[in-house]
């Protein structure tokens, strides 16, 4: 077997997977993350495709979610963070000038690990996004978007007589599903979700699993997980971190099965994480 | 041998008396801790109830004042008032111009030995009466006016009449002609519509509270129109905006200075600047409000930047991830908020502005106005001030004066801090 350092390619390709029968939505090439002088990310590259969901699995503190949120921009917040490189949304470089970065959060959605409804109505909630980027030109539009998004995320039968109570009376995973229908209401490419799972109860993970297997394909979708039963559930593709380097990439099942780098054996066997 | 060791260590005995003791001991340190809080507490509300106790005690008869009915004749030639003229349109005029005072010494004259009853500024109660009415011009009628200070205090048991005339401050002749009147039954006591309506005197009977208050209140509407706003944007850039670097450690460490400065020297920095720099009229409410703005900016400011930084950042996440801007985020999200706690430090930080008295001493609002003021430069006083002017006043009739104005304070800041934990109360939210 040829074991691939795919840190020193060019050019990174997910193991058996024809190029052809995909669209790439998003490329990182050689990305460092640094926080101060610490480097959080040394040299990751990868292909996000619009088809497939995408996990991100490793052990804590091994850069899955400081990549993630290098997808969407969200890193600016941090003042000492300072992200080198090149990624690209549909071709366009999203650290340049020019992508707006409030453009690339409405069309690189993103949930959270911990579900933050804002603390308005489940209407409201939903129609934030749609009114600040003016997508809805009527009440009545902004009716059927909100409850198209509220549909899609699987709340709406849960939900709809009790649109004006607030989205944070509703329970744990509703209130994710809730921050899943906020996302899409914007229409994004990208969906980022970051361990969106780890606050919730088993059977409320199921539901989202269930969600995030539905949305495929209409979203590209990139999850960050602990979890690795669930990464092999929901995923297609997965990428292995380890110490901010992503050791491999490829096919889940793959990856799963018959990793080609030891550590990631190490880590899917459970020696360590 | 570690675990020989560890193996070899007897059962612990938890009935031993050592054990006890030290049972015994925690208890018996618990219920001391208990005590000494009650105490504290206990210690703390009697003070305060001693505090409202007094200051009810003295100052609920400051807003009761004695009237003398005297007899009057609104003669024409006494008063210097040409009937024809109170037809004419200058008529108000023409009544204001009459010399009432005459009128009010031919009318207390009639009392005889009584005649220094009454208080020297009764006649504007006659001028206010014939301006209301001008068709008692040329009659004669009953009135009742306020009575001197002393008379007031008799009706109102102030003195301990069984003390010798030097011992208990008021002669036998006053005592001797309070009670005529009150045999004649030309005496009353009742609500002091003087008071609740008028401004600052020399005389105790005619003194008001109302000039004070609504100096009070036009100094705290321009306090509260400058500190607000800058306060909240500072405290808004300052948390949400701003890099952390050495420049805003100086400016928080600065701004945390700034709230603990005591008020006398906001006073100084207000008459240096305002007065003598920027040359704006002296015991102006507008100049006490910037003064208090001053100081209650920094109260302001820490309040908000707590209440902002308990904003949960998920929140933040939430919205930045959908794509809303920094603006959007802050206003739309941030501020809504923090606004109950923000609102809560200010009414605070303006019940504390409402209660200074320092800094406005030193921007001249301590002069005696008898008018009360009409606009943001008009002299005036503030209410703290009006209380510390009558607790200075030699005259033994401000004595309650004092305590009623302190409770007309006490409710206006009570009725503050109610506010603020209405609000708090109203739109606390839990996450």
């Known amino acids: 077997m040829t074991v691939m ?73 941090v003042d000492s963070a300072r992200v080198e490189g090149e990624i690209k949304l549909d071709g366009t470089d999203i650290y ?3 992508m707006d970065v409030v453009q690339l959060r409405a069309r690189v959605g993103m949930v959270f690990q911990k579900p933050n409804p804002f603390p308005k109505s489940i209407y409201d909630n939903v129609a934030y996004g749609p009114s600040i980027h003016g997508l809805a030109s009527s009440k009545a539009d902004m009716d059927s978007i909100v409850e198209g998004s509220l549909r899609r995320a699987g709340l709406w039968d849960e939900v709809k007589d009790r649109l004006t ?25 990208v969906i980022l979700m970051d361990e969106p799972c780890s606050a919730l109860d088993p059977i409320a993970t199921a539901r989202i699993e269930e969600l995030i297997d539905e949305l495929r394909g209409r979203y590209a979708i990139v999850i960050v997980t602990h979890n690795m039963q669930q990464a092999a559930r929901v995923s297609q593709r997965t990428a292995f971190f380890h110490l901010g380097t992503m050791v491999e990439y490829g096919n889940t099942s793959d990856i799963f099965t018959n990793p080609v780098e030891q550590r990631t054996r190490d880590y899917i066997t459970g020696r360590y994480g | 041998m570690n675990s020989a060791q560890v193996a070899s260590r007897p059962p612990t005995d938890w009935a031993s008396p050592k054990m006890r003791t030290r049972i015994a001991r925690r208890y018996r340190s618990e219920s ?32 009761l004042s004695t009237d ?14 040409d009937p024809a003229a109170t037809k004419g349109p200058n008529a108000q005029a023409a009544l204001q111009a009459g010399d009432f005072q005459a009128v009010m010494a ?32 040329g009659k004669t009628v009953s009135v009742w006016v306020p009575a001197k200070s002393t008379i007031d205090l008799l009706a109102k048991g102030k003195f301990d009449l069984s003390k010798p005339e030097l011992e208990r401050g008021v002669s036998d002749a006053d005592v001797a002609h309070f009670n005529d009147l009150k045999k004649a039954g030309l005496l ?16 105790p009977e005619l003194a008001g509270i109302w000039g004070a208050t609504v100096g009070s209140l036009l100094t705290l509407f321009v306090t509260l129109s400058l500190a607000f706003p800058v306060g909240v944007l500072s405290a808004i850039y300052l948390e949400e905006f701003a890099k952390r670097n050495r420049w805003t450690d100086l400016i928080e460490v600065s701004i945390n200075n700034l709230a603990a400065v005591p008020s006398i020297i906001y006073g100084l920095l207000g008459l240096a600047v305002f007065l003598n720099f920027l040359d704006m009229p002296r015991s102006a409410p507008v100049v006490g ?54 609102l809560t430090g200010t009414i605070i930080g303006m019940a504390r502005a409402l209660g200074e008295t320092a800094p406005l001493l030193m921007i001249g609002m301590r002069a005696f106005v008898s008018d009360t003021p009409v606009g943001l430069t008009s002299p005036a006083t503030a209410l703290p001030v009006q209380v510390f002017l009558w607790s200075d006043d030699v005259a033994r009739g401000f004595v309650e004066k004092t305590s009623a104005a302190i409770m007309v304070l006490l409710v206006f800041l009570l009725l503050m801090n109610s506010l603020a934990i209405y609000l708090r109360n109203k739109y606390e939210r839990r996450w």
């Open chain 1, 5 to 77: 350092d795919l840190s020193a390619q060019n050019v990174p390709v997910a193991r058996g997977i024809a190029e052809t029968d995909v669209t790439t939505k998003m490329t990182a090439r050689h990305v460092n993350v640094f926080y101060g002088t610490k480097q959080a990310i040394k040299d990751v590259s990868i292909d996000i495709t619009r088809e497939n969901v995408t996990a991100f699995i490793g052990p804590s503190g091994c850069g899955k979610s400081t990549f993630l949120r290098c997808l969407n921009r969200m890193n600016d917040t």
């Open chain 1, 96 to 98: 340049t000038g020019d």
């Open chain 1, 165 to 189: 109570e607030s989205g944070t009376a509703l329970s744990g995973g509703q209130q994710q599903r809730l921050c899943i229908a906020r996302a899409i209401a914007v229409d994004p490419e």
């Open chain 2, 32 to 63: 001391i801790f208990r005590n000494l809080g009650l105490f504290a507490l206990v210690l703390a509300a009697s003070f305060l109830a001693f505090l409202l106790f007094t200051v009810v005690r003295d100052g609920w008869q400051g807003f």
């Open chain 2, 68 to 81: 003398v009915k005297i007899s009057i004749t609104y003669d024409p030639a006494v008063l210097g008032i």
């Open chain 2, 106 to 137: 031919a009318g207390v004259a009639k009392l005889g030995d009584e005649a220094d009853t009454v208080s020297e500024g009764a006649w504007l109660v006659l001028r206010k009466q014939l301006m209301e009415d001008p068709a008692l011009l």
């Open chain 2, 188 to 203: 009353r006591t009742g609500f002091s519509r003087i008071f609740i309506t008028g401004a600052d005197s020399t005389s």
């Open chain 2, 289 to 342: 409000g910037l003064t208090l703005a001053l100081m209650t900016f920094p109260v302001i400011v820490i309040a908000g930047r707590v209440a902002i930084k308990s904003v949960p950042p998920s929140i933040r996440d939430a919205a930045l991830g959908i794509g809303a801007s920094k603006v959007q985020v802050v206003f739309q999200h941030v501020l809504p908020l923090a606004l109950p706690g923000i």
